[in-house]
């Protein structure tokens, strides 16, 4: 079980075994704010109908119902099993951490609790579904070749790191868009991005074949797999190419694979060409 998981289950251990849905994401998101997210294993957000909102932790509360950890009662979320042999495993100052938002909110209605935090964090009104309630604007990113990797965070940060850039589009350039972690498969990636009005798209002739990516394991071996692919694929995707340039041009547009580094990743060598084709500059998000 993952610490975030571990988490959950003690946010809901303070509040007495049960709590709704909403009250526990927000809890959660607060508990983010207290923590470097995601090195201690606490969750991302993004702005969403109800404010600050994680698909990963919907996800793991999926799959914490699976495991028979919870059940879901009308719109309440109620433990089964005592997690004290789960939580046990959690880091001291961090398990504090998390009894501390308890405490401080154990007496504050889920109500005024929703309100506190569009209050304190207008960043993530911009997508609530009363409109009244948003307190900033969607921003557009100005005309660049964006390049964006999500090895490192969720697919949630992901997202957010998208909607604050002002990207429109995600260009997927993996060869095989599968990911072990939740969010990153391509069916699962595009239906989060189409959920938050970012479009998907996916150009796999534009990656790397698996096969390639051996032996790995210096700058000078990435540098000669570039070299090849330069060589060898570049040349022959041409229309493709100009399918994304075409693309970057209409709407800001993100290039996305897996390596945080872009030095580490063959878009960093497709965005130069899409900017020579485009005189757009390159802006990597990472």
């Known amino acids: 079980m993952f610490s975030r998981q571990r988490a959950i289950l003690r946010l809901l251990e303070n509040e007495g075994g049960t709590a709704s849905r909403l009250r526990l994401v927000k809890l959660a998101f607060l508990l983010s704010r207290e923590l470097d997210a995601p090195s201690t294993?606490?969750?991302q957000f993004l702005p969403y109908r109800r404010g600050p909102f994680s698909f990963t932790l919907y996800h793991d509360l999926r799959t914490l119902g699976s495991d028979g950890w919870i059940v879901e009662a009308e719109h309440d979320l109620k433990l089964v099993e005592a997690p004290h042999l789960e939580t046990a495993f959690l880091d001291s100052a961090f398990l504090s951490t998390v009894d501390g938002i308890s405490r401080r909110y154990r007496m504050v209605s889920t109500s005024d609790l929703i309100d506190s935090v569009y209050r304190h964090h207008?960043?993530?009104?911009m997508n609530s579904e009363f409109v009244h309630k948003r307190a900033v604007a969607r921003p557009v990113g100005l005309p660049a070749v964006y390049t964006v990797g999500y090895e490192g965070i969720m697919v949630d940060?992901?997202?957010?790191?998208?909607?604050?850039a002002g990207v429109q589009q995600l260009v997927d350039v993996r060869a095989?868009?599968?990911?072990?972690?939740?969010?990153?498969?391509?069916a699962t990636l595009k239906r989060l991005c189409e959920d938050v009005d970012i479009e998907y798209l996916h150009f796999p002739a534009l990656g790397i074949p698996s096969a390639w990516r051996t032996d790995l394991d210096s700058p000078e071996s990435y540098q000669r797999l570039f070299e090849r692919y330069e060589r060898e694929i570049l040349p022959c995707q041409q229309s493709s190419i100009s399918n994304v340039a075409k693309l970057v041009t209409e709407k800001p547009s993100a290039l996305m694979c897996m390596e945080a580094d872009?030095?580490?990743?063959?878009?960093?060598r497709l965005a130069a060409m899409v900017a020579s084709q485009t005189r757009l500059p390159i802006r990597e998000l990472r």
């Open 262 to 268: 872009h030095a580490c990743c063959h878009r960093s």
């Open 157 to 164: 940060g992901l997202l957010d790191l998208l909607l604050h």
């Open 176 to 186: 095989n868009p599968i990911a072990r972690r939740y969010g990153f498969h391509k």
């Open 41 to 43: 294993g606490v969750y």
């Open 122 to 125: 207008p960043w993530f009104t």
